[in-house]
């Protein structure tokens, strides 16, 4: 069985790599790394088909090293060891470059288990992830490796690979393919920044292809439209992804641009994430909007019910209403900033006795000199409103809600104002 054409066609050089242009372009820091010929141990973070593995293949070259590849979802600490076993042989004169992929799956002992051997520099590690390495590879190893964010390739990148993919397949079936600019660019589209998976459309639509009367195969379009289907879209649910999603969704609401709020809604929508497009919206419409528009809680809440009630995709239609609503309402985070500062002080320990006046209880013990609860009710005073205390005596005078300048919270100042007598 052949290899899949990715693999027939993996670039041996950087100069042959597409995309990734912040490390591997001239100057680059990782371009300078490599080509210095002395590696440190390395961690290489993003989507899959963005080159990790491909680049790690070029190093071990380049560095005339051994390359050993393991996986986290299958290699044990057995495999690092028989690893280990050909140091200062004839199997790895130079030296060993570990790649390790997927190392997320390695737990912390099989991650320790790799410490004693880098350290040493025995071994040189350049591991690959698709997830944050922060949060799922071990503080030791982490702080001994360089981390490189890899990055989803842009589709007028991934072009020339697809064309190189054209090309060698022609050679290697010794056939004439046609193939029109707009297919080329569908493909490089469709496959959302994946060159592995632009490959493997480029030959799975040349397979789907039938010769004509001269032995050409002839590809429109219309073709590989129908072969890539839907794959443009790239949201993984468990994935930094989608952290990254709902991160955007918020702050294009926050930030009252309702066009790139509704965008990421349908990216959230697309990949059948309802509850996170519902969670993040009632939190955004109590964080940011708050007290600038007080009735718009209700209304989100209701607009979540019914899409919830409804589910995919007519739940798309409340959603868009309330996120439009949200990103277009006036702005106030004093309720989030108020409660919490007051939590810091409580967190802190700053806080004290509960006045007199305002404890549940109405009796008073033998050493209460001045005996008697002495509240005072507002609704008996004018306004319904009386000054007296109500924080503890070690937080008198401290104040934790700042009026907003909207127009509601301005409102509800001038109000309080005239009653209290501010000028």
């Keep these: ?12 050089s950087l100069c042959d790599m597409v995309g990734q242009k912040h490390l591997l372009g001239e100057n680059m820091p990782l371009r300078n790394i490599v080509e210095s010929g002395t590696l440190p141990n390395m961690i290489f973070y993003g989507p899959s088909g963005t080159g990790k593995t491909t680049l790690a293949r ?44 997927e190392i997320q799956y390695f737990n912390k002992k099989q991650q320790q288990s790799l410490l004693e051997y ?26 001994r490796s360089t981390v490189f964010e890899f990055k989803a390739v842009e589709a007028r990148e991934i072009e020339p690979a697809v064309r190189r993919g054209f090309a060698f397949l022609e050679e290697e079936q010794h056939i004439k393919i046609d193939v029109p600019d707009e297919a080329v660019s569908h ?20 397979l789907a292809a039938k010769p004509d009367e001269n032995g050409r195969k002839v590809l ?14 790239r949201y993984d649910r468990a994935g930094d992804e989608h952290y990254d999603v709902i991160s ?32 993040r919206l009632m939190v955004c419409a ?28 007519e739940a798309r239609i409340p959603l868009a209403d309330a996120v439009i609503l949200v990103a277009t309402s ?34 008073d013990g033998d050493d209460v000199q001045n005996k008697g609860q002495f509240y005072k009710y507002p609704h008996d005073y004018p306004h319904r409103y009386v000054e007296q205390q109500y924080l503890p005596d070690a937080l008198l005078g401290t104040q934790y809600y700042h009026y907003g300048d909207n127009r509601t919270e301005q409102a509800a100042k001038a109000y309080w104002d005239a009653i209290k007598g501010k000028k």
């Design 1 to 12: 069985m052949a290899s899949p054409l990715a693999d027939r066609i993996r670039p041996e």
């Design 330 to 363: 006036p702005k106030s985070n004093t309720g989030d900033a108020s409660i919490t500062a007051a939590m810091a002080d409580v967190e802190k320990g700053n806080f004290g006795r509960i006045p007199r006046c305002l404890q549940n209880k109405h009796y």
């Design 286 to 313: 109590s964080e940011d909007v708050g007290l600038a528009y007080p009735m718009i809680l209700p209304i989100v809440k209701a607009a979540c019910d019914i899409a919830l009630a409804v589910g995919l995709p």
């Design 187 to 206: 493909i490089a589209l469709a496959s959302g920044g994946d060159v592995r998976k632009a490959l493997n459309f480029t030959e799975l639509a040349v």
């Design 118 to 143: 880098i350290e040493s520099g025995a071994i040189t590690l350049i591991a690959s992830t698709t997830e944050n390495p922060y949060f799922y590879v071990y503080g030791a190893i982490l702080s």
């Design 220 to 233: 429109t379009l219309e073709q590989v439209a129908a072969l890539t289907g839907g794959n443009a879209f």
């Design 248 to 279: 955007a969704f918020q702050k294009s609401m926050r930030g009252s641009d309702p066009d790139a709020a509704l965008h990421y809604l349908a990216r959230l929508l697309e990949g059948g994430d309802l509850p996170s497009a519902v969670r």
């Design 58 to 101: 070029i190093i071990a070259r380049t560095t005339d090293r051994a390359l050993r590849k393991l996986n986290g979802t299958n290699a044990s600490t057995a495999d690092v060891k028989a690893i280990v076993e050909e140091l200062n042989t004839l199997a790895a004169p130079n030296g060993i470059l570990l790649y390790l992929d």
